[in-house]
């Protein structure tokens, strides 16, 4: 029995250890919409139109793409759409090369951003950081 848990505990640990690089690279993007904090995050991906927005509030959608790899297309994109017929129309869309900016900067690389929905008025903000 003694072994046994050793070895599942240095099998966790493995896990944990190869697990950390991928979290640790990764976007944080923070956003304001009707007096409610909301956050998306996004690792590197080699598939990036399999990305998913998140729905925030009622009337729009957030999804935020990391592209690492190949190097020459790196990038992080950023994509706004406004849901207010139920469907995701895109409103606004962002794309950022690298280098990226780490720390320093109250918001982030990507500065801070105010996004309105067309027919309702409907004001989001949103600033994004690469976590190091």
């Avoid at 996004?42 to 990036?48: E, I, K, V």
């Avoid at 895109?90 to 918001?107: D, E, L, N, T």
């Amino acid at each position: 029995m003694g072994r046994d848990r050793r070895l599942s505990a240095l099998a966790v640990a493995l896990l944990l250890a190869c697990a950390t690089p991928a979290l640790a690279d990764s976007v944080r993007c923070h956003i304001v919409y009707g007096g409610e904090d909301f956050t998306v995050d996004a690792a590197p991906t080699t598939t990036p139109y399999r990305v998913a927005g998140q729905k925030i509030g009622r009337y729009f959608e957030f999804r935020a793409v990391y592209v690492a790899a190949p190097e020459r297309d790196a990038a992080i994109n950023l994509y706004v759409s406004g849901v207010v017929t139920g469907d995701a129309v895109p409103i606004h869309q962002a794309k950022h090369r690298p280098p990226f900016i780490v720390g320093g900067s109250r918001y982030g690389f990507t500065g801070l951003n105010f996004v309105y929905e067309p027919t309702k008025g409907s004001e989001l903000q949103y600033w994004c950081e690469r976590l190091p």
